[in-house]
């Protein structure tokens, strides 16, 4: 049998995909089937260092192209994802595991980022005050800040990475990229596509690599903001590291996302909801719901939750019908299953394991199948730690308040659902509940881009979102300018040359 060569993920930079020289590096692993499907190399310094002397050389034009010629680079680009939609979300399940719906539903929650920052035009605007003295007026012009960076998690391959470059980019900056090393092909296809749509060469690169890269990014002074999206330990480090080197930085991380379920909440409609959430994706999501709360008489819902839970099918994610798929490596698997096995030590009721699941075909996959605790308590580490897989904590709660209380105890801040058919309850606990994303009847209230992603507290380092709005405002350094302009009158006698315009 004759072996196909495993090939290496480019390098983008200056405009062309290069190979590494590095020999440091890893695979890239199909999380269902073990199968070696590239090999990534780890930028070498030197390599990172061409990136981002790339990238600030293109923004002294970049940045003066006018505002409409970007603006149409991301109407082509958004045209070019949809058109290659399908390919896109088969490359990522082969990569990520997750089911191709769900992978569609990553290409197409970035796509709508893509879709925003072709509005740029009426994105960008500044703000103008008229005759604030005298003869004097101000306005503000929002300033792209140059090279900007981006680090991003392994969980959505697409959505992330078009979270942070478009954004960037159409705001007038230059972008060095640095995907998950654990699934960075589609995140290059989708760097393809930009430049098929018209990205000039420079103004996005892509290095590959791990922590030494993420330093290097942190650490250089060409680069003037840096946006990143994974975990709170990695998010953490990066905030510190990148504001010391005098960066402007914004950081998303872990979560520990709530959904509290009232007596009155529509039973069926809730249970699919929860399940969806909390089992959805393997529970790889940092907005995936990871303890329910049952408040008062809900608590009777148990029986009803572990029978959804086991009625899900999981498999490869692009095998027709499957909900769960695997988690993204064997490290992960050992990991989710030790946490498992400490939530049984630290005597939590197991109600359903997903340990040592057998998938006909897919034999040597990472799954773990859905996995349900009750009598989960705060001390416990199932409870402290974000567990991203598909483990559901249960909890129980006698009233609104005693769960509003409980998660606002808890540190993160970056989902939160509430079931009910209640208006009054639901107001109470918006106005109450310190999260920054908040669903009602919603499981998984992630904004669309005309807002922005809104985690809070210890989910979130920095003050501006990702996306939207906020987005603009990360990537841009607002400038006012005030101007006094005599009038002729005054010009006149202020000695000044008149002009041959008449001002009346
Ligand atoms: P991760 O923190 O391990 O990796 C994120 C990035 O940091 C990767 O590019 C990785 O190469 C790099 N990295 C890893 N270790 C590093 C180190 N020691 N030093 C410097 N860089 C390092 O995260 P992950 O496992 O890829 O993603 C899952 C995490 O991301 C979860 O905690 C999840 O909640 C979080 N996440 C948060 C959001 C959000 O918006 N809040 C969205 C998606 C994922």
Redesign the pocket.
Known sequence: MTQTAIKDVPLLIDGQFVTSTSREGREVINPATQEVLARVPFATPEEVQRAVASAKAAFATWRKTPIGARARIFLRYQQLIREHMSELAALLTAEQGKTLADAEGDVFRGLEVVEHAAAIGNLQLGELANNVASGVDTYTLLQPLGVCAG??????PAM?PLWMFPMAIACGNTFVL?????DPLVTMRLAELALEAGVPPGVLNVVH???A???ALCDHPDIKALS????????T??YRRASEAGKRVQC????KNHAVVMPDAPREQTLANLVGAAFGAAG????AVSVVVLVGEANSWVPDLVAKARSLKVGAGHEHGTDVGPL?SCQALDRVSGLIERGLSEGATLELDGRNIQVERYEKGNFVGPTLFSGVTTDMTLYRE?L?GPVLCVMHAATLDEAIALINANPNG?GVALFTRSGAAARRFQEDIDVGQVGINVPIPVPVPLFS?S?SRA??LGDLG?YGKQAVLFYTQTKTITTRWPDEQDVGSAGVVNTTITLK
């Open positions: 680090i991003t998690p392994f969980n959505f992330i640095k995907p998950s090393e654990q690599g791990g922590p890269v993420v330093d990143f999206v994974g975990s709170t330990r990695v998010g480090h990066v998303m991380m872990g979560a790889q999501r940092c907005m993204i974000e991203f970056n992603f985690g989910s979130k990702p």
